[in-house]
């Protein structure tokens, strides 16, 4: 009995804050005319996807977006202004995909355009946790 209210009268350790929250990636592509392929360097601990944002200085115009992780198209030919269309300005900040990750992914992000010189920026949402199991 003793024990039992020792427990309860200790406090609660606080979360670390950080230790299982999200991680970003951010990274730059520089617009040609045509298609411009990055291949994103993930860090070791992506294990979970939970999502994608992009933006430029100026509003898109023509350029659409591709995602392919491990030779699956994720994201295929997306217009950039549907997901972003006032400039940065996003109503939800993140293109929500979840996805396990290794690690070790061939992670690919394609920016195809009709104008040159334009700077894409785009974060990635992931997490060091890999997701849990639905089955």
Known sequence: MEAGLEARRRKPSKPQVGALGIRLKG???TTQVGTVVQTIT?????RNL?????YKATAFTTETI???INSEKVLDNIAAKD???EQHIIADPVIRISRPLTGNDDIKFE??????GQTVNA????????PKSVY
């Open 111 to 116: 920016v195809t355009s009709g104008t040159a």
């Open 27 to 29: 990274f730059n592509i």
């Open 123 to 130: 974060t990635f949402y992931f997490s060091p946790v890999p």
């Open 83 to 85: 997901i972003c269309p």
């Open 42 to 46: 993930q860090p070791g601990n992506m």
């Open 50 to 54: 939970i999502g994608l944002n992009i």
């Open 66 to 68: 591709s995602l392919t």
